[in-house]
């Protein structure tokens, strides 16, 4: 029996020289008579690149080579050349935005064309408020975003997975999540295509990461113990365009320091500044340029100006000032490609009147945008 497995965060298409695989999902399985020889041919989508055969006999370039002495697991690797945008509840390649309301616990999403809201819909209503939302993520691969809860009081773990505007499913990762590890974040730190989340210990500062599929904890590992508590995790987001999710650390004197990951090992890394003032505040991460590796978005909290560093891994390339003087009463609220382009944008609120504005992006450039809602009730939080 030959079993042949697709991974990674891209797709393609797997030819054997002889027979035929027939997949299910990302896997398939046939028989061939003991002694035979089998070539099995890797041909990436469009969009996807070929990385690597594992378990072959010989491979040479997207070629694998199986000889059939005893049953075989061969798997291919195919990386996406850019990464999904966060945020895409119907997968249709542009974010969304999530918004939940903070009186009587509903849920909306707002589906985004640009800076119009091209329909929205509520998710559900009446979400008790002992619940929070505590990311969105792509936990089972398909390309649509996800909701990650927690339940504050018994410390429940929940997920629901979407389809649009619609719960497709969902379950329990865990129950009674202990009161000293805390959610910090969610990405793809193994490249599989699906979101695993970050926790901390905030007694210890021990931190582990869950490696999921779907609602379910396939496996987990402590990424470091004992980090020191002037260090905060910032961001978690892939810097080096390796289809992998890193980690931007800052401290309290203003270091900040790029943790360059596979899984839950830190492969290398490096200060990208030191002794950042503490009036210039992180704001938000996201690609701003299309290059596959995400930047950081700064705000001087005293003149209002926005700076943006262009990275490449823990280097900033980089980078200017994206605007000067933004009014105080105008706060960056997410980040998320809401034109479909491969680059970032970025939503702001104007904290006095509830209006949301879109910046799209290209680099540093603000080359469009347009309000998505005017006077958004102040019961209404994005996520």
């Known amino acids: 029996m030959l079993h042949v497995t697709k991974t990674g965060t891209g797709d393609g298409t797997v030819t054997p020289s002889i027979g035929v695989l027939n997949f299910n999902g990302n896997m398939a399985m046939t028989e061939y008579p003991e002694g035979s020889q089998v070539i099995l041919k890797g041909e990436p989508a469009s969009g996807s690149t070929f990385i690597a055969w594992t378990g072959c006999d010989q491979a040479i370039g997207s070629q694998c080579t199986v000889n059939m002495t005893a049953e075989k697991v061969v798997a291919i690797e195919f990386r996406s050349d850019g990464k999904k945008p966060k945020k895409d509840f119907d997968g249709d390649g542009k974010s969304d935005v999530l918004l939940r309301n903070a009186k009587t616990g509903d849920v909306v999403i707002w589906l985004m064309k640009g800076s119009d809201i091209n329909q929205g819909d509520y998710v559900v209503r009446n979400m008790p408020l002992d619940w929070d939302i505590k990311a969105t993520g792509d936990f089972n691969g398909d390309g649509k975003s996800d909701v990650l809860w927690q339940n504050t009081t018994d410390g429940d773990v929940y997920v629901w997975l979407m389809d649009g505007v619609k719960i497709n499913g969902g379950g329990y990762p865990v129950r009674g999540v202990p009161m000293d590890w805390e959610f910090r974040a969610i990405g793809d730190f193994n490249g599989d295509g699906k979101d695993d989340v970050l926790w901390q210990n905030t007694n210890n500062g021990d931190v582990a990461v869950w490696f999921m599929d779907g609602a379910r904890i396939t496996n987990g590992d ?28 800052q401290a309290t004197n203003g270091d900040v320091y790029v943790w360059l990951m596979d899984g839950a090992k830190t492969t290398g890394g490096d200060y990208a500044a030191k002794g950042i003032p503490d009036n210039w505040q ?8 299309g290059d596959g590796k995400n930047d950081v978005l700064w705000q001087d909290a005293q003149s209002g100006d926005v700076a943006m560093w262009l990275m490449d891994g823990a280097k900033v390339l980089g980078g200017n000032y994206v605007a000067r003087g933004m009014p105080n009463n105008w706060k960056v609220l997410t980040t998320g490609d809401f034109n479909g382009d491969g680059k970032a944008d970025i939503t702001w609120q104007d904290t006095t009147i509830g209006d949301v504005y879109i910046w799209l992006m290209d680099g540093i450039k603000i080359f469009g945008g347009g309000f998505a809602t005017h006077a958004l009730e102040p019961d209404w939080g994005t996520e």
């Not at 113990?225 to 980690?247: E, I």
């Not at 992180?282 to 340029?289: A, E, N, Q, R, V």
Request: aromatic fraction near 14%; charge should be negative; proline fraction near 3%.
């Open 222 to 249: 402590f990424v470091v113990k004992g980090m020191p508590s002037d260090w905060t995790l910032k961001a978690v987001a892939d810097l080096n365009n390796d289809g992998k999710d890193d980690m931007v650390w």
């Open 282 to 289: 992180f704001k938000t991460i996201g690609d701003f340029d």
